[in-house]
């Protein structure tokens, strides 16, 4: 699935692909010699790293089901983590593999424990594995009993069956149990059965409770196996189909209807009326731009016209595509539950639903994070700024944590992303892809500003330049929101139309504007409460644009009296080096600013846990390589953002306003 040059050269997946897939699944379990029945799977396989979170987000939202990958090894990373937040998020049931079982330091139990222990899930293994790192040969299932080996010669396509081995019978009861004992839980006839006689339970009852449980995400099974050999592959994708939700198992996908403002549901139906989102766009080479969808409800054929809620306007969707990763085969329709790419839009963008004209839904659109650091480009040759241009705002398009602006003092174009990796593919891909060359600027960090303290003023603003003139007075309060939430919280507490009610929304606008550059170095400010209580209008001279416009200024004058402060992007680092590297790597995290929340042993290896501000940590994992001989890992996630210490902030801000200067 990994088809990107950068993806091959780095070994990691960089981009979501989505592909279909069949899966020949038993009607009825037990049978020696059962009918099988033809399965659909549309797979999407995502990013794991931290600064390609936008993949995992817009695919956890379109998505019934997840397998979640762990390393036998490392067990959960910080990088699982934050998945299986974002998986908690949609609400997405899913099932644990852990995978690389025959690497050196294998552990399928402390892999469970660490699945229950930091991702607070009732982790239920299903298996017991039979040998571990170079032994590794098989597993136990725990429905059955019976032991499975993969056999060698064919790489793992085949199995047979083998006796549980003697060392492993009591672990295998053991696990059973509380196999048994945790499902039972989820039914009432099971529980009973359990107290009377526990070998009484079938393998059929144990599995439709298994279901039941995953599905309302009370449960997560674990499997393990090692899928370069395909060991432990056919088990997983069984699994797959027999606890995983089918769009029919989940409730209907609920919108708005913007005609009537009140909540409707679509049934994962091919007859009901067509309703789909658009999670992901992509520029091919071949084709043009892609536009990846969901269809929740009804059918879709080539060449037919859908309504994007956004706009309002029809889009002809002149051809449709089953994906296979970045191969395109064209296909007739598409029907509910499927993933399909359409060709031929005009204007769609990540999160646009996308429906019949007739019968209009708009469904939840997807939030992607701020991203917290940027960097200046420009194109090497004068000649390529139109190509420059042209990259950007194709591959802006296609990432929604990728923005790009304009610095208002010096006209130079700033590129924002997730991490130093991000924006590193990205100039690789301008490189490769669009054959620009560009200059990049030293790393920015995404500062914002914050008010502290609530402040009271009054701002009259009053133009007069012959004829008509220009007034507006407000008097309003402005300071931190007590819930913390970010964006503007405004509440208009005018009482006897001091200021008449067309010229409110134009206070509330100018607030808006102003919070995009804050008053210590012009960083824009997160969160802030303003409430309108007073003023006055002139009958000829006041206007919409007088009310904005002092607001605006109102916002600078009174900002500096509200305890402005600059705060910065903190992130959680997570790095694991070997015992004899503790001292240096502790040591040089605490000149960085670092605040220390913990230390964990794993093997011969130290798990070292920091929160870090951002600006400290440019070209941190080349350094970290260089203190302990290329030994030690890290991975680093955007946690929060904090007040910076007084000293630093006021060089940031001379720093920030000498740039002005400059």
């Known amino acids: 699935m990994d088809w990107m040059e950068q993806e091959q050269e780095r070994g990691i997946t960089i981009t979501s692909a989505a592909t279909t897939t069949h899966w020949n699944y038993p009607t009825v379990q037990g049978e020696s010699t059962p009918e099988t029945k033809l399965y659909k799977i549309n797979l999407i396989d995502t990013p794991g790293h931290v600064d390609f979170t936008v993949e995992v987000e817009r695919s956890l939202r379109v998505l019934d089901g997840a397998v979640a990958l762990f390393d036998a090894v490392s067990g959960v990373e910080p990088q699982s983590e934050t998945v299986w937040r974002q998986a908690n998020k949609y609400g997405v049931p899913r099932i644990c593999f852990v995978n690389k079982m025959d690497r050196a330091g294998a552990d399928f139990f402390k892999a469970v424990k660490e699945i229950k222990e930091k991702l607070g899930a009732k982790a239920v ?21 019976k032991g499975m080996a993969w056999n060698e010669h064919d790489e793992g396509k085949t199995w047979r069956e083998v006796e549980v081995p003697a060392d492993l019978v009591e672990t295998v009861a053991e696990w059973r149990a509380f196999l048994v004992e945790s499902v039972a839980e989820y039914d009432d006839a099971l529980m009973e059965k359990f107290f009377d006689n526990p070998d009484s339970i079938t393998r059929e009852e144990l599995m439709a409770a298994i279901r039941k449980a995953t599905i309302d995400m009370s449960i997560a099974p674990v499997l393990c196996g090692s899928a370069f050999k395909n060991k432990g592959v056919q088990t997983m994708l069984d699994a797959v189909m027999a606890y995983l939700p089918s769009p029919m198992d989940l409730p209907p996908v609920t919108g708005i209807n913007p005609d009537t403002e009140k909540e409707e549901t679509r049934q994962p139906d091919a007859n009901a009326p067509f309703a789909s989102l658009a999670f992901k766009i992509a520029t091919d080479p ?11 409800s009804g059918t879709l054929e080539g060449g037919s016209y859908v309504t994007n809620m956004r706009t309002g306007k029809k889009e002809r969707i002149s ?87 304009t610095d208002p003092d010096s006209g130079q174009t700033i590129l924002r992303g997730m991490g130093e990796l991000h924006l590193e593919i990205i100039m690789d891909r301008m490189r490769r892809e669009f054959k620009v060359e560009v200059n990049q600027g030293a790393p920015q960090v995404a500062y914002k500003e914050s008010l502290t303290k609530n402040y009271e003023h009054r701002e009259v603003y009053k133009k007069q330049t012959g004829g008509r003139g220009k007034f507006a007075d407000i008097v309003f309060e402005i ?52 409430r309108l209580f007073h003023g006055s209008f002139h009958d000829v001279d006041s206007d919409a644009l007088s009310f904005e416009l002092a607001a605006r200024v109102g916002f600078r004058d009174s900002a500096k009296h509200a305890g402005a402060k600059l705060m910065e992007p903190i992130m959680s680092v997570e790095v694991v080096t070997p015992d004899e590297f503790t001292g240096p790597v502790t040591g040089d995290l605490n000149r960085r600013r670092g605040l220390m ?6 093997a011969n290896a130290q798990i070292i846990k920091a929160d870090v501000p951002l600006s400290e940590l440019f070209g941190y994992v080349t350094d970290l390589r260089t203190i ?27 720093k920030a306003k000498g740039a002005t200067v400059k």
Not at 125 to 145: M, R
Not at 628 to 644: K, N, P
Request: proline share 7%; charged share 25%; with cysteine.
């Open 479 to 530: 300071g931190p929101r007590e819930d913390g939430k970010p964006g503007l919280e405004f509440v208009n507490g005018i009482v006897g139309g001091v200021i008449p009610r067309e010229f409110i929304a134009p206070v509330q606008k100018g607030f808006e504007e102003a919070m995009k550059n804050g008053v210590l170095a012009g960083y824009p400010l997160d969160s802030m409460k303003v």
């Open 125 to 145: 293994p299903l298996q017991v594995p039979i040998g571990a790192e170079a032994g590794f040969q098989g597993v136990v299932d725990l429905l059955t009993g």
């Open 628 to 654: 302990s001989s290329g030994r030690a890992s890290a991975s680093l996630t955007f946690s929060h953002y904090e007040f910076v210490p007084n000293n630093l902030a006021e060089s940031i801000v001379a």
């Open 286 to 296: 071949f084709v043009g731009r892609l536009c990846f969808f969901r269809v929740y």
């Open 319 to 405: 051809r449709l595509m089953q994906m296979h990763s970045n191969k395109q085969n064209p296909i007739d329709r598409v029907e509910a539950g499927d993933i399909a790419a359409g060709v031929g839009f005009r204007d769609i963008k990540t999160g646009d639903t996308l429906v019949d004209e007739k019968y209009p839904i708009v469904l939840e659109r997807m939030s992607f994070p701020e991203p917290v650091i940027g960097y200046a480009i420009e194109p090497k040759k004068q000649a390529d700024a139109d190509k420059l241009g042209n990259a950007i705002s194709k591959l802006v398009e296609e990432d929604p944590t990728l923005r790009v602006e």
């Open 597 to 602: 929340k913990g230390m964990d042993s794993k």
